[in-house]
């Protein structure tokens, strides 16, 4: 049963790495808004485009400043905030892929430091996608789904990448813990 735990973490842990690209090439879409610059500007969206390059356009016309938006800050922490997940992603991808292929044991101090890691990422990914989603930076609803469902799908797997190490942990922490008297 733990690798069957190990094998469904590492695939998810994979797909949170796609997943990952995914969601930040969506947040790459969405422009900021400078409160300094003129309020009333015309967006212009160039026709000869196709419509597949029309999607989800950088286009957000505020015309009350009142409105909810993302600042340039706010912005600038999701998007880092995903590339630290995706970074991380990769790690456990590759650390749950040695543990069952290849044998490798991972310490007590590197399933420490995922679980921290993880559950630091999974909990400033929830905050992000919350404040993502009362903000709906795209005029079209479906750009706004896609970009929380995905947001919210990379926080579940993080947790759940947390959850396997947590596992292992207490599992590395009971063996010390059974060997111990039996070395004195």
Known sequence: MYKGLGLCCGLLSFSAFISCFVALHTLNKIIHINLDAAVHENIKLDSTQGHSDMRCQKTLIVENLDEPHLSWLELFYMRWTVVFTLLYSFAATL???????????????????????????SMVLLLATFVLQQREPFMELWCNNFIVYHMYYIAMTTGMSVAFFLVHSCKEFLMTRRLQPAMK
């Open 95 to 121: 650390l749950i892929r040695a543990k069952y292929l290849g044998n490798f044991e991972i310490n007590l101090a590197t399933s420490n430091t995922m679980i921290l890691m993880g559950s630091l990422l």
